[in-house]
């Protein structure tokens, strides 16, 4: 292993994302010295950035002086490493600013928080903190869910309300009391997650163009890893480039469609929702701007985020054809059932706004949350306009189904991806028929494209391995305290980066009520999902260390 080749490319990794940092440290300067300060009452974050940004650059130095005299070309093997390395290195930073700042003064809140954003999860540890009326001191919060009412969660909140100094009045809590400087990086951190921070840096970084491609196999989410162009960081460039022009379309088509929103509140939305991340910047999510064209808007977005940006690249080619490929077609068709059979099963039921508005589902209705949760379930995204936690117990399985089964490979979406569950239905047809019919000679394939066996047989064990981490998460929560229910819950929003979840930590909640020890757990099966197990795994095999000679 080529450490020191490794060191200097984390140091030169280290100086670009420091340079990322001043995109934060701007709006922050912004609010605290140039806007009005009735539009900023939260805490500002300024100095936080500040001091981020020099923690680092001194580990980029550190770790550049380090690996001064490395000569050789990143191997297959130093790859893997920095891949996880990256990942790793770049949330203990990133979550430097919530810890300095104060907004979650638990180093491993903060921890969970930045994560949860890289890997586009959408999953926080942000809660208000509860107060005595009485002695106005700090209590600890008791929850329990209506769904297991032999279950009582006791913790203390994360965040401190903004209060009126003159009334007395709570003007902000949760995270709409969370500084905009801070707010803006939680959201930005999914958009640099949702291409993929490892594919930014081979675009940009002329020392990972020899090697590059083993790094961009390592991080790019599917069972076949297909380059746009032959060189890895032309392919890593036309990706970022075409994310950053659906990235400003949203921004545009939220603001001209609700002149009501923000522009700081588009910008957040879309970082949040083209990398499919859920991240918002109000309490009650997409909910709280109660607007039919923006929920429209964010379902549109939530499409293109989970379509394999390769499909546009070829559509900007005029490959017209390429829509008609059966991974596409297949990801439509489970997208549309989602919203049909969920629509149509909540319709004569209640309905429960986050704001706790009460009325019953029609038609109309029914399709407008309908089709919005479920496309936000199967897309990752983890958006929300409604709680679902309260609707009845099949279209709540139904959307834990969706959000299993996610986006399409080469996304910026989570799950499995429907190309792995696609592929796994013709190697179960394949198989059957070759019991009856063993002497016929079949080609596995996928339209016109054959599926080598290499590929059949690692979609395969990608299936056995996230069964056996989901089972053992799972165990792993319940030990710890948690209900089987919401550990079921939280393992599947955490292994496949949705961030929707329920019971315990449904709609109106947060992860907050985890313990420390499950919540380390969460954040490592977090990255396990986005890397698609197989990159992290590998760093465990004691043959990966072994020296070759």
Same mark, same amino acid.
């Given at each position: ?32 010295? %140039? ?503 590998? %760093? ?10």
């Amino acid at each position: 292993m080529n450490y020191k080749l490794i060191s200097k490319t984390l140091g030169t990794y280290l100086f670009y994302f420091s340079l990322i940092l001043f995109i934060p440290l701007g709006v922050s300067l912004y609010y605290q010295f %140039l806007s009005s300060p009735a539009d900023h009452l939260q805490p500002h974050s300024s100095l936080a950035f500040l001091e981020t940004i020099v923690i680092s650059l001194l580990l980029s130095l550190l770790f550049f002086y380090l690996g001064k005299d490395a000569k050789k070309n990143i191997s297959r093997r130093e790859s893997i490493l920095l891949v996880g390395l990256i990942w790793i290195v770049t949330a203990i930073v990133g979550s430097l600013p919530f810890y300095f700042s104060k907004t979650l003064e638990n180093p491993i809140d903060a921890y969970f928080e930045t994560m949860s954003g890289l890997t586009t999860t959408g999953a926080t540890c942000i809660h208000p903190k509860a107060y005595d009326p009485i002695t106005n001191k700090e209590i600890m919060i008791k929850e329990t869910n209506i769904h297991v009412t032999e279950k009582t969660y006791s913790f203390y909140g994360t965040i401190k309300p903004i209060i009126d100094k003159k009334t007395g009045k709570v003007l902000y809590s949760g995270v709409e009391a969370v500084g905009k400087g801070i707010l803006f990086w939680r959201s930005f951190i999914q958009w640099l997650g949702g291409m993929g921070i490892v594919v930014l840096f081979l675009a940009i970084l002329p020392t990972l163009t020899v090697g590059g491609k083993f790094l961009y196999q390592m991080e790019v989410p599917g069972p076949t890893k297909d380059t746009l162009v032959p060189r890895i960081k032309d392919t890593s460039s036309i990706l970022w480039k075409l994310y950053l022009f659906f990235t400003i379309l949203e921004i545009y088509l939220l603001v001209w469609t609700n002149p009501k929103i923000k522009l700081f509140d588009a910008f957040c939305i879309t970082f949040s929702n083209l990398s499919t991340g859920g991240f918002t910047v109000t309490n009650e999510s997409i909910g709280a701007y109660n607007n039919l064209n923006t929920e429209l808007v964010c379902m549109f977005f939530m499409l293109i985020g989970s379509t394999n940006f390769a499909l546009y690249f070829q559509l900007i080619k005029r490959k017209l054809y390429r829509i008609y490929e059966p991974d596409y077609l297949f990801f439509l068709l489970i997208t549309l059932s989602g919203v049909i059979i969920i629509s149509l099963t909540i319709v004569g039921h209640q309905r429960v706004l986050l704001d706790g508005a009460t009325e019953t589902y029609t038609l109309g209705t029914a399709l407008r949350d309908g089709a919005f949760q479920s496309m936000s379930a199967q897309t990752s995204t983890g958006f929300i306009t409604t709680n679902y936690d309260l609707w009845p117990f099949f279209p709540q399985l139904m959307l834990l189904i969706f959000m299993l089964v996610g986006g399409m490979a080469g996304s910026t979406a989570g799950g499995i991806k429907t190309s792995r569950i696609y592929i796994l239905v013709k190697i179960v047809i394949h198989k059957i028929k070759n019991i009856f019919r063993p002497h016929d000679i079949r080609q596995l394939k996928i339209g016109k494209q054959e599926i080598s066996s290499t590929t059949a047989t690692t979609v395969l064990v990608f299936f056995v391995i996230a069964i056996f981490f989901a089972v053992l998460g799972i165990l792993l929560l319940t030990l710890d305290g948690v209900d089987p229910e919401s550990s079921v819950a939280v393992i599947a929003s955490s292994q496949n980066n949705v961030g929707l979840c329920f019971r315990a930590a449904g709609p109106t909640q947060s992860f907050t009520f985890l313990s420390n020890t499950s919540k380390i757990i969460t954040t490592f099966w977090m990255l396990l999902g986005r890397l698609e197990f197989f990159a992290l795994l590998l %760093l465990f095999v004691p043959s990966f260390w072994k020296v070759e000679r």
